[in-house]
C-alpha cells in the first residue's frame, strides 16, 4: 500500500524509464525475486514489440490504401483521357516524387473535372443516338407516330469528339433523309389530293387509307415516313393516274361520238352546250386536264346517256345522215376532180336502208370507210393537183399576155396602166416556166400511176392524155407565131420597096391571120376565124367547173385553153356511159 500511495517527482512526466523505475521501487517493496522480475521484464518487452508491430501494420497498411488510391486515380486519369480521346490535359503536373498524399492531391481535382467532362459527353452522345434511334425508327416503321423511345446505352469506353462527330454525321445523313422522304410524301400526297379532285374522289378516305397521319390534321412533322408509307402512296398515284388516263380515254371517246352525232343531225348550239364540260377534254393531253371533277364518273355516266340517246334518235333520222355523209364524200371527190355515179350511190343508200337486214351502224362504218379512203386517195393526188392548178394559173397569165399584147393602148398613161405592165412582167417570167411545169406534171403523173397502177384522170380525163395534146398545141401554136413574125417581116419589105417606087407609104394591110394561135379568145374564136367546139371557153361561172351533183367548184381556176374541156368531150363522144361534170 505503501508502495501504490508513493509519491515520485517525476510522475507528471510519464516516460518508460519512469514507469520501469517505479515499478522497480514496487518490486522492492513486495521482494519480488530476480526470477520473477525478468519474467516480468521479458512479458513487457513482448508487449510492447506486439504494440510497435501492430502500429508498423498498420501504418503499412494505409500506406498500401494510399498507393492504391494514387494507382486508381492515375488509372481513372488515362481511361477517362482515353475515352475522351484526349492525349493529354493541360496542368496535369508530371510529378512522379514527393509524398503519396501529395501525388494524390495533385491528381483529384484534374480527375474531378474529367468525370464532369465524361458525363457531359455521355448525356450529348445519348441524345444524338436517341435521334438517330428515333429516326430509323420512323424510316423502318417500327415507331408510331407518339411513341417514344429508352435513352439507349452509351459506350463510355469510346467517348471521343471524332466518335460524337460520326454519330453527328449519321444523325445529319439522317435528318436529310427524313425530310427528303417528308418532301417525296408531301409531293405523294398533294398528287392524290389533285387526283382525287380531277377524279371526284374523296380525298381524305382515300390518303388515309395508306396511313393515319397523312391527314391534314396532322404536322408535316408527325407524318409517316416509312418506306411502306412511301411505297403503298407511290402505288396509289400510279393507280390514280391509270384511272385518270383510263377516264380520259372513255370521256375523249364519249366526247367524239357526242361531236360526230351532233355534226349528223345539226344539233343546236344550245344542246351542245349543255355537254361543254365533256367535249372541253375531247383533245387534251393527261397532264391538262386538271378542273375539278372534270373526270367524275358521274359525269362519265351522264355522256354515255347521251351518246345512247343520240343513237337512238340516230336510227330514226338515218336518211338524212347517210345522205349527208354522200354529200361529204361527193365534195371529197370533188375537189380531188374524181368522177363518180352519185345518183347510183344515193340509190344504193335508199336501197340499203329499205331493207330489212338495215343496220344504221353498218352503213355509216361503211361510209366512214369510203370518206376515209377518199381523203387518202384526195391525199395522194394533193401535189399533182396543186401543179395542174399551177400550170393552169400559167396558161390563164399566158392567155391574158397575148390579149394584152395586141392592145394598142397599153403603153397609154391611163389609169391602173402601171399594174398591167408589173402583171405582164411577172406573167412573161411564169409563162417561160410553163414546158418545164408541164414536163415536171408528166413525170409525177407517171410516177403516181406506176405505184398506184391506175390512171391519173382530172374531172374524168386521163391527165398525160390531155398534158400531151397540149403540148401538141402548144407545138402548133409557136410554129403559127414564127409563121406569123415571117409574114409580118416579108409584109414590111414589101412596104418598104413600095415606099421606094410610089414615094408614100401605103396603109398598112392587115395580115392574113391577126388572130392568136390556138388558145383562149373571150369570143372563143380559134385560128381559122370560125368557133371550134374544142377551143370553147366555159361560161359558167368565168370559167368554173362543176361538179357532177350541179355544185360549182369556185376554188378551181378556169381550165387552160379549155383542154380538159376538149378531152372531156370527146371522152363522152367515145364512151357515152361516163358520167360528165
Known sequence: MGVAGHNDPLIGETTCGSLLQQLQLIWDEVGESDEDRDKMLLQLEQECLDVYRRKVEQASNSRARLLQQLANAKSELSRLLCALGELSISGIPDKTTGTIKEQLEAISPFLEKLCREKDKRVREFADVQLQIQTIRGEIAGSLQVGDHMETPCVNEDDLS?????????????????????????????????????????????????????????????????????????????????????????????????????????????????????????????????????????????????????????????????????????????????????????????????????????????????????????????????????????????????????????????????????????????????????????????????????MPFSYDGVHLLAMLDEYKVLRQQKEEEKRRMRDQKKINDQLAAEQEKLFGSKPSPARPQSSRKAPGPRANGSAVNGTPNRRLSVHQNGGGRSVSRDGRRDSGRPAVPVNYVAICKEESSNNHPAASSP
Open 161 to 453: 469528339t471524332k466518335k460524337l462527330n460520326e454519330f453527328l454525321s449519321e444523325l445529319q445523313a439522317l435528318q436529310k433523309e427524313k425530310s427528303n422522304r417528308l418532301h417525296k410524301i408531301l409531293d405523294f400526297v398533294s398528287s392524290v389530293h389533285d387526283l382525287c379532285s380531277v377524279l371526284g374522289m374523296d380525298f381524305l378516305s382515300t390518303v388515309t387509307e395508306v396511313h393515319p397521319s397523312l391527314n391534314d390534321s396532322v404536322g408535316a412533322e408527325s407524318k409517316s415516313i416509312s418506306d411502306a408509307t412511301l411505297s403503298k402512296l407511290s402505288k396509289m398515284v400510279i393507280q390514280l393516274k391509270e384511272e385518270k388516263s383510263k377516264r380520259l380515254e372513255r370521256i375523249q371517246a364519249l366526247a367524239s361520238q357526242l361531236t360526230d352525232l351532233w355534226n349528223l343531225m345539226d344539233t343546236s348550239a344550245d344542246e351542245r352546250q349543255l355537254f361543254d364540260h365533256v367535249t372541253c377534254n375531247i383533245s387534251s393531253a393527261l397532264d391538262e386536264v386538271t378542273a375539278p371533277g372534270a373526270l367524275d364518273i358521274d359525269l362519265i355516266e351522264q355522256a354515255e346517256l347521251e351518246v345512247e340517246r343520240l343513237d337512238q334518235l340516230k336510227a330514226s333520222r338515218m336518211k338524212d345522215i347517210a345522205f349527208k355523209r354522200q354529200t361529204e364524200l361527193e365534195d371529197i371527190y370533188a375537189q380531188a376532180h374524181i368522177t363518180i355515179d352519185t345518183s347510183a350511190a344515193r340509190d344504193r343508200i335508199l336501197t340499203v336502208i329499205d331493207s330489212s337486214i338495215f343496220e344504221p351502224s353498218e352503213l355509216l362504218a361503211d361510209m366512214e370507210n369510203q370518206i376515209l379512203k377518199a381523203k387518202e386517195e384526195a391525199l395522194s393526188r394533193k401535189d399533182i393537183l396543186e401543179k395542174v392548178e399551177r400550170w393552169m394559173s400559167a396558161c390563164e397569165e399566158e392567155s391574158w399576155l397575148e390579149d394584152y399584147s395586141q392592145d394598142d393602148n397599153r403603153y397609154s398613161a391611163t389609169r391602173g396602166a402601171h399594174l398591167n405592165l408589173k402583171r405582164a412582167e411577172k406573167a412573161r417570167l411564169l409563162v417561160s416556166k410553163i414546158p418545164v411545169i408541164v414536163d415536171t406534171l408528166m413525170a409525177k403523173t407517171r410516177a403516181w400511176e406506176q405505184e398506184h397502177g
